[in-house]
């Protein structure tokens, strides 16, 4: 079992950036995949980025591709989300979650969840 707290939203500008930031507790933190998930009102969680335990292998949304970038900090047992060129479609809560691997993007493959963070991007 990890614990995660996210970080980091708020309201931002069209075009403008957020860096998410996921801290976890447990010494098994830098053995689990971590992903980013988003939800926006009304519609169903979606998966964003993924990247495996060493940090070196990544998986993306097409949606974010080219734009989002996932990296860890197993010594600090964080994972962040750098969002650039925000676009109001990206507004949802974020979560991250911990899981087996990076390459699944079903929210119910993964076990462990935040409690989310705000990302409004106004148009």
């Known amino acids: 079992q990890v614990q995660l707290v996210e970080s980091g939203g708020g309201l931002v500008q069209a075009g403008g950036s957020l860096r998410l930031s996921c801290a976890g507790s447990?010494?098994?933190?830098?053995?689990?995949?971590m992903a980013w998930f988003r939800q926006a009102p009304g519609k169903e969680r979606e998966f964003v980025a993924a990247i495996n335990w060493t940090g070196r292998s990544t998986n993306y949304a097409d949606s974010v591709k080219g734009r989002f970038t996932i990296s860890r900090d197993n010594a600090k047992r964080t994972v962040y989300l750098q969002m650039n060129s925000l676009k109001p479609e990206d507004t949802a809560v974020y979560y991250c979650?911990?899981?087996?691997?990076?390459?699944?993007?079903?929210?119910?493959?993964?076990?462990?969840w935040g409690q989310g963070t705000q990302v409004t991007v106004s148009s």
């Open positions: 979650a911990a899981g087996a691997r990076y390459e699944l993007v079903a929210s119910h493959e993964y076990d462990n």
């Open positions: 447990g010494r098994t933190f830098s053995s689990y995949t």
